[in-house]
């Protein structure tokens, strides 16, 4: 089994910067993409950025030049650096990562984690 664990959230005023982590544990034998999501109340999950194993990096729209994605390998871990915040980026947001376990390695599974609340408020 793989355990995705999120940290970091809490509250910022706009323009202000947070940095989510989000770390993998478990039987892990190879770890592909992994990405952030969000949740804002009423709205459906969102894909904010996801980063691949070699490190090339997608980010929505709505964040480009404002957040940052990143991964250690060797800790099996994910970033999300978010500056210039916006009370819009309100949300949960969650932790993806496609996995290969060490009792499946055959198959890709995706992982979720609990998610973090962000809010964004003066």
């Known amino acids: 089994q793989v355990q995705l664990l999120e940290s970091g959230g809490g509250l910022v005023q706009p323009g202000g910067s947070l940095r989510l982590s989000c770390a993998a544990s478990?039987?892990?034998?190879?770890?592909?993409?992994m990405a952030w999501y969000r949740q804002a109340p009423g709205k459906q999950r969102d894909l904010v950025a996801h980063?691949?194993?070699?490190?090339?990096?997608g980010y929505a729209d709505s964040v480009k030049g404002r957040f940052t994605i990143s991964r250690d390998n060797a800790k099996n871990t994910v970033y999300l650096q978010m500056n210039s915040v916006k009370p819009e980026d309100t949300a949960v947001y969650y932790c993806?990562?496609?996995?290969?376990?060490?009792?499946?390695?055959?198959?890709?599974?995706?992982?979720w984690g609990q998610g973090t609340q962000v809010t964004v408020s003066s």
């Open positions: 993806n990562a496609q996995v290969q376990t060490i009792a499946e390695v055959t198959t890709v599974t995706s992982y």
């Open positions: 478990g039987s892990i034998f190879s770890i592909y993409t």
């Open positions: 980063i691949t194993s070699a490190g090339r990096t």
